[in-house]
């Protein structure tokens, strides 16, 4: 069993920067891929950011240049760094973790809010 815990959220003014952090607790973190989700209101979830083990990374085409997600194995931790941030960003972010070994076990966080109003 994995346990999810992001924190990191709040408001910000268009142009600012948030940075999330996804802590890991309960298994094996190195061999999961982590990515970041975030779901606005009314719309589907969607990916934002995913990072393998091995540190290959993938970001969606709206915030490629933008947002940075990266990892740290030795606290269990996976990070997003927001810059530039616009309205359209506003979302509820959710960390995701995808064993890599079979079986492909799925776990989510409880997500945390973003806003990025003036």
């Known amino acids: 069993q994995v346990q999810l815990v992001e924190s990191g959220g709040g408001l910000v003014q268009p142009g600012g920067s948030l940075s999330l952090s996804c802590a890991a607790s309960?298994?094996?973190?190195?061999?999961?891929?982590m990515g970041w989700y975030r779901q606005a209101p009314g719309k589907q979830r969607e990916l934002v950011a995913l990072i393998t083990s091995a540190g290959s990374t993938n970001y969606a085409d709206s915030v490629k240049g933008r947002f940075t997600i990266s990892r740290d194995n030795a606290k269990n931790t996976v990070y997003l760094q927001m810059n530039s941030l616009k309205p359209e960003d506003t979302a509820v972010y959710y960390c995701?973790?995808?064993?890599?070994?079979?079986?492909?076990?799925?776990?989510w966080g409880q997500g945390t809010q973003v806003t990025v109003s003036s």
């Open positions: 995701k973790g995808v064993r890599e070994l079979a079986p492909a076990i799925v776990y």
């Open positions: 309960g298994s094996i973190f190195r061999i999961y891929t």
